[in-house]
């Protein structure tokens, strides 16, 4: 059963395969509980899922381990990740767990794991608990009179939202805006058109009906056709669609076009930099951000921090120099003066709030900036290490030699799919295009010869 367990965003992959089963699921439980046993106090879980069928079968497994290793569990329920990573404070937890494969297809699932501070744990701990899963550790698990007890927790849904509407002034109201609000048939299909509600919208709610294999399916922040259909036909003010579990956003303007990660961070930095709000003189965002985002921050005399590409980084990166708006161009966006981790609705409400105040369209606040050409395909592999092969190598290297300091160059593999991601961009669109297809053909071709 040995293997590398934790990628970029916890434990993933096809459900009731390795590593997504049920014993898996069940020691990893058990890891994690023996990991964060911190005194002689009863030990506490908040774990939540997503609507995916494979969830129940995973939340069971995780249970059972949890409880061998004398935690107690309170399951959440149908709920987003940054609910649980909000819980985890708000019930004085010493694990969050969120059962989610965030925006990949039904038949996918993942482990997501909080530490009691709220924050996604890090690669240390992550390797600690990854160890414990192929070792022997039932010798450590607790006597027959600690074990743990699980419970379903009421009232978890109302604690978000209004957790959720406390981000805002608390004299704003949303009244006057109809907003379209795509849930994805996930984890928010109860909490965001509530809230949305309760702020004063008009809210027509799309993808709601969740059934355990329509989660992410041809809707949600990775599929937005659907929302963009709705606010023509509507006539909204906006769209907001979320993924699977809610981390992530992509907003739609009054006309239909699609607004991402890298506008919205610009459109709430400029926002927060005028109010004084902004910390740390710059934003956090990946190598995956467009060169377009990073110049505009630069006119405002304001820093575009890199990092890996993961949540997780651009937090850790927040945290180590005091910075308070970060994401990625995906719509993670991590806002740390409320939120641990990326949180879809929050940053939404942002979003609002700076079309009230500033009474102008979406259309004409959020494009900030002009994006510099950029394109990215997946090459999906079956295993091995392309990137280390020489002519992929001497492939690169001519592709950053072409491009230049006019553009940017990012090639790695997925940390949630078998795939290799090739992402170039500059000032010549034509340049661009060539120098990705030309990598793409060369892994390509290095697969086939390795097959």
């Known amino acids: 059963m040995a293997g590398n367990y934790f990628g970029t965003d916890g434990i993933r992959g096809r ?62 329920g149908p709920i987003p990740t940054p609910a649980v990573a909000m819980l985890v404070r708000s019930l004085r937890a010493d694990i969050g767990v969120m059962i989610s494969a965030s925006h990949n297809p039904y038949y996918d699932n993942g482990i997501k794991l909080f530490g009691p501070d709220g924050y996604k744990l890090s690669d240390e701990i992550e390797e ?10 039932e010798l450590a698990l607790a006597d027959s009179d600690g074990l743990g007890r699980a419970k379903r927790v009421d009232g978890v849904h109302d604690r978000y939202i209004e957790f959720a509407k406390r981000t805002l002034p608390r004299s704003m109201s949303l009244s006057g805006l109809r907003i379209v609000v795509d849930c994805a048939n996930g984890a928010a299909y109860k909490v965001a058109p509530e809230a949305l509600w309760e702020l004063g919208a008009e809210v027509v709610a799309i993808n709601v009906e969740p059934n355990g294999f329509n989660i992410n399916k041809e809707c949600g922040s990775t599929h937005p056709a659907d929302l963009q259909k709705k606010v023509h036909e509507v006539r909204a003010d906006i769209g907001i669609a979320l993924d699977g579990d809610a981390d992530r956003v992509v907003i739609v303007d009054e006309n239909g076009a699609i ?29 995956m951000s ?135 961009e500059g000032d010549d669109p034509q340049l661009v295009e060539a120098v990705v297809n030309d990598i793409v053909e060369v892994i390509s071709e290095t697969r086939s010869s390795a097959a």
Request: with cysteine; proline share 3%.
């Open 128 to 137: 600690r608990i990854e160890s414990m899963l192929d070792k022997d550790i």
């Open 259 to 287: 607004v991402d990660g890298d506008q919205i961070m610009a459109l709430i930095a400029e926002s927060w930099h005028q109010s004084g709000r902004l910390a740390g003189g710059g934003v956090v965002s990946t190598v």
């Open 290 to 424: 467009n060169l377009g985002l990073e110049r505009f921050l630069g006119d405002m005399k304001l820093q575009l921090h890199r990092t890996k590409v993961g949540d997780r980084y651009v937090v850790e990166h927040m945290r180590a120099h005091g910075l308070n708006v970060g994401g990625e161009q995906s719509g993670h966006i991590v806002l740390s003066d409320f939120s641990t981790t990326g949180d879809g609705l929050v940053s939404a409400l942002q979003v609002l709030a700076c079309i009230k105040r500033q009474g102008r369209p979406v259309s004409e606040l959020s494009k900030k900036f002009e994006p510099v050409p950029q394109l990215l395909k997946n090459v999906r592999i079956a295993g091995g290490k392309p990137l280390e092969e020489a002519p992929v190598k001497a492939a690169i290297e001519d592709a950053r030699h072409r491009l230049g300091k006019a553009g940017r160059l990012v090639i790695r593999p997925s940390g949630t799919e078998p795939l290799i991601r090739v992402m170039a």
């Open 15 to 76: 459900a009731n395969k390795f590593p997504m089963t049920a014993e898996i699921a069940m020691r990893v439980g058990m890891a994690a509980g023996l990991s964060f046993q911190r005194g002689s106090h009863r030990h506490r879980v908040v774990l939540g899922k997503d609507t995916r069928l494979s969830g129940y079968m995973i939340e069971n497994a995780m249970v059972a381990g949890l409880c061998a290793a004398g935690m107690d569990v309170f399951l959440l």
